[in-house]
């Protein structure tokens, strides 16, 4: 394939070096210090856009590519009130979109274990639960879009708990995310149910970033002539 990237950070970077092992081309890697970079001409030569920036500019960069009939592999997290908006643009124009706040396949597998933990403790109400995370300084949302949706998924399923909050809270109908920004995590995410008793956890810790840069990839190989929009669970095929 040939894949612009949008936004070339250390994720970019990453993402690049897999790309490039799978055999795939990359044509441009587009930032805010080369937008001219980012014209028709240039987005018509690829197959698909990878793009990872920030919450402020993701929705246009990826409108922009939706107007072009390029497909989009969306990883900025910190805009997901506008993802309705977006997979209506995405189905309008007959492109394709993944959007994940997460690529890693591991931590996929992991949120399919907390729904499922989730759902056997909904009736234990000696329990309560916070979810930690932990990343490095540079990260630019809090908490991390994988609290984030680890949180959803168990305000889902835990009748008891109303809300989250990103802070310590001693009200029982919040569920408690606490984030921690320390160099050099690549990223660490624990769900813990407490009682008087005993504890469960169940952690997830990536040591690099290449197990999320290869999911992105994976889902760029997988929208690849596809139209529609997509999560990582088509990817990974749960």
Known sequence: ????????????????????????????????????LFSKENLSQADVAIEFTNPKSAFDNVT???????????????????LDEIKTICNELKTAFLHATNF???????FEINKKLAS???????????????????????????????????LENISRKKNWINENTDNPDL?????????????????????????????HTAHSRMGFALGAVLAAEFIHKKTGCFTMKDVVAF
């Not at 040939?2 to 081309?25: D, F, P, S, W």
């Not at 990883?75 to 009130?81: H, I, K, L």
């Not at 979810?131 to 168990?154: N, R």
């Open 1 to 36: 394939m040939k894949i612009v990237l949008i936004g070339y950070g250390k994720m970019g970077k990453a993402i690049e070096e897999i790309a490039l092992t799978r055999g795939h081309q990359i044509l441009f890697t587009i930032t805010h210090q080369n937008d001219p």
């Open 104 to 110: 890693s396949v591991g931590v996929n597998l992991f």
């Open 175 to 203: 569920l408690e995310i606490i984030s921690k920004r320390i160099d050099p995590a690549a990223g660490t995410h624990k769900i813990k149910y407490s009682s008087a008793i005993d504890d469960i956890e169940i952690i």
């Open 64 to 82: 922009k590519c939706f107007e072009l009939g390029l497909p989009v592999v969306c990883g900025t997290t910190g805009w997901t009130e506008r």
């Open 120 to 154: 056997l403790m909904n009736t234990q109400s000696d329990y309560d639960i916070q979810i930690s995370e932990i990343h490095h300084t540079q990260k630019k949302d809090s908490p991390s879009g994988t609290a984030v949706t680890l949180a959803e998924q168990i």
